[in-house]
């Protein structure tokens, strides 16, 4: 359905569509990752360096899953139990498999 609006808040509305696009550029980007490479996991260029690596930190888990471990340290453990991705615990931090990682991430889990 079409919505006008008044003329004399054209700009109001150009600059507000503006400001969700610069918002949801990350977001769009992810998207059409995924429609070209439905198999494969997205990494940012920050992250593209996690392919070489066998285990990860919960922190750089983190990174992938696009959240922050320090204001939500329990996401990270959240989302390897609800994909049942076994961990793997040395000198106090725990670890996870890229590979176990990338599977469900890129089942878009």
């Known amino acids: 359905m ?10 109001v509305v150009e600059e507000a569509l503006r400001k969700i696009r610069a918002v949801t550029d990350e977001a769009r980007e992810v998207a059409r990752w995924y ?3 439905p198999i494969r996991i997205y990494l940012t260029k920050d992250t593209e360096h996690f392919r070489s690596q066998e285990w990860l930190r919960y922190e750089e888990v983190a990174e992938i899953l696009f959240t922050d471990p320090v204001t ?3 996401s990270v453990a959240y989302w390897r139990r609800m994909h049942k991705v076994p961990k793997d ?13 990338r599977r469900c ?3 878009r889990a």
Do not use: G, H, Q
């Open 35 to 37: 429609e070209a490479n």
């Open 105 to 107: 991430r890129s089942r």
């Open 89 to 101: 615990t040395r000198r106090r931090a725990d670890y996870l498999r890229f590979s176990a990682v």
């Open 72 to 74: 939500d340290p329990s």
């Open 2 to 11: 079409v919505k006008w609006i008044v003329p004399s808040m054209l700009e």
